[in-house]
């Protein structure tokens, strides 16, 4: 099958059958509203972030970032090096260590005015069920 589809709780973000009524992982009730394709091996940014509740206004500042593994981009310039972490908190695997990592990404980000990371370099540390990601690059400035 080339999609996959889920219904993904919107409490816990687990990936429920989609015949599911209840979270297998948390219980929380489940309708047709949260079903999503997943496409294997690839994703994006916009998932709901069970531990964050986000302003109109702070999700338009997310959905802006300009985040690559490429150089910096025509019309920004370098903000300097910037790094960032995350772990799954032995929960989750890859998927919890990577929305910790770009959790804390969004704050670096968001809480210096940055319009992004190029340059990201990504290394993983595995041990067991422990996922830790550690990240650095560039901080992106808009040009004016």
């Not at 540390?125 to 004016?144: C, H, M, N, P």
Request: glycine residues 10%; negative net charge; charged residues 20%.
């Amino acid at each position: 099958m080339l999609n996959e589809r889920y219904r993904v709780c919107p409490n816990c973000q687990h990936e429920n059958a989609m015949d599911a009524n209840f979270c297998l992982s948390c219980g929380t009730k489940l309708d047709t509203a949260t079903a999503v394709v997943k496409l294997p091996h690839a994703g994006d940014q916009k998932f709901a972030h069970p531990a964050v509740e986000l302003t109109a206004e702070e999700q338009t500042a997310i959905d802006q970032l300009m985040i690559t593994n490429g150089t910096i981009p025509n019309g920004y310039t370098r903000g300097g090096l910037v790094f960032a972490d995350g772990d799954n908190h032995g929960q989750n695997g890859y998927k919890g260590a990577w929305e910790d990592l770009t959790l804390n990404f969004w704050r670096l980000c968001t809480g210096q005015g940055y319009a992004g990371v190029a340059n990201l370099k990504i290394v993983p540390t595995v041990r067991g069920e422990y996922v830790q990601l550690f990240a650095t690059g560039d901080a992106l400035i808009k040009s004016v």
